[in-house]
């Protein structure tokens, strides 16, 4: 099970999106606190999506600690990038955790500190706010709209 976590992750340092879903089940349950839930293909170009911003820009991932026992895994990785228009650096630390069935990822739940994010990204505001229901909502609903976008284009 190591195997293909570990090919998950050195294909989004090398971000290449086509071998990180095929890393993934057809029917992969995704979670983080940025997209909330996302099932099958929407997971799938989730990742597309990202890996397509990032690409030419200072992104870097990291991945850690991937333990295995039986059909559940963790990881722990590290994005560094610099976010939206201003540009701000920003160090996410995530914590993975996944299920397998068939040699894929059938379930990967990503979980990080959101108001820690939101500082960085976002600056006094993400600080004052990024702790709130009410950011974690908005931010859940900005993710996926521009998640339709992009499905909305292929």
Request: aromatic fraction near 12%; hydrophobic fraction near 40%; glycine fraction near 6%.
């Amino acid at each position: 099970m190591s195997n293909v976590i570990k090919e998950f992750y050195q294909a989004f340092s090398e971000l290449d999106a086509e071998r990180m879903v095929a890393c993934y089940h057809d029917d992969v349950w995704f979670a983080d606190p940025a997209f909330g839930p996302l099932k099958g293909k929407r997971a799938h170009n989730m990742w597309r999506m990202l890996v397509e911003s990032q690409k030419g820009k200072k992104f870097t991932v990291t991945a850690k600690d991937i333990v295995c026992d039986g059909q559940t895994g963790s990881a722990t990785w590290e994005a560094h990038y610099n976010f939206g228009s201003s540009a701000r650096p920003v160090h996410n630390i995530i914590h993975a955790k996944f299920k397998v069935q068939d040699s894929k990822i059938i379930s990967h739940l990503d979980e990080f500190n959101v108001h820690r994010w939101a500082t960085q990204a976002m600056g006094f505001s993400g600080r004052m706010i990024g702790w709130t229901s009410f950011f974690r909502s908005k931010l859940i609903k900005q993710t996926n709209s521009l998640l339709d976008r992009y499905e909305a284009q292929q």
